[in-house]
């Protein structure tokens, strides 16, 4: 069983930067592909980017390449998002999940078992 929680969101205008972190503890975090979705009002949930266990492999949907990184330390259980040159549009709650490192479907949900509470990001234009 896996833990999540996520810190960093906050109010920013745009163009501004944010760093969110989501701290995992219980199970085995280095084996747990993590990701990072959103989800606005009134819309579902999406995906924003997704790392693999060891951090190797990086992935972003279309609209945050470029602006977004994602990145882990698992010695420390901790995965970020960096999040650059925001704009209003990327306002929305941000979750943070984990789906075992051999499942498949990065960008969908559904094989992601584990979920955080979720972090408020407003941008302001």
Same mark, same amino acid.
């Given at each position: 069983?896996?833990?999540?929680?996520? #810190? +960093?969101?906050?109010?920013?205008?745009? *163009?501004?930067?944010?760093?969110?972190?989501? /701290? /995992?503890? *219980?199970?085995?975090?280095?084996?747990? !592909?993590? +990701?990072? =979705?959103?989800? /606005?009002?009134?819309?579902? !949930?999406?995906?924003?980017? /997704? $790392? #693999?266990?060891?951090?190797?492999?990086?992935?972003?949907?279309?609209?945050?390449?470029? !602006? =977004?990184? $994602?990145? !882990?330390? %698992?010695?420390?259980?901790?995965? @970020?998002?960096?999040?650059?040159?925001?704009?209003?549009?990327?306002?929305?709650?941000?979750?943070?999940?984990?789906?075992?490192?051999? #499942? =498949? +479907? $990065?960008?969908?949900?559904?094989? @992601? %078992?584990?979920?955080?509470? *979720?972090?408020?990001?407003?941008?302001?234009?």
């Amino acid at each position: 069983q896996v833990q999540l929680v996520e #810190s +960093g969101g906050g109010l920013v205008q745009a *163009g501004d930067s944010l760093r969110l972190s989501c /701290a /995992a503890s *219980g199970g085995t975090f280095s084996s747990y !592909r993590t +990701g990072w =979705f959103r989800q /606005a009002p009134g819309k579902e !949930r999406e995906f924003v980017a /997704a $790392i #693999s266990w060891n951090g190797g492999n990086t992935y972003y949907t279309d609209s945050v390449k470029g !602006r =977004f990184t $994602i990145s !882990r330390d %698992n010695a420390k259980k901790t995965v @970020y998002l960096q999040m650059n040159s925001l704009k209003p549009e990327d306002t929305a709650v941000y979750y943070c999940a984990a789906a075992p490192a051999s #499942s =498949f +479907g $990065i960008t969908a949900t559904r094989p @992601y %078992n584990y979920w955080g509470q *979720g972090t408020q990001v407003t941008v302001s234009s």
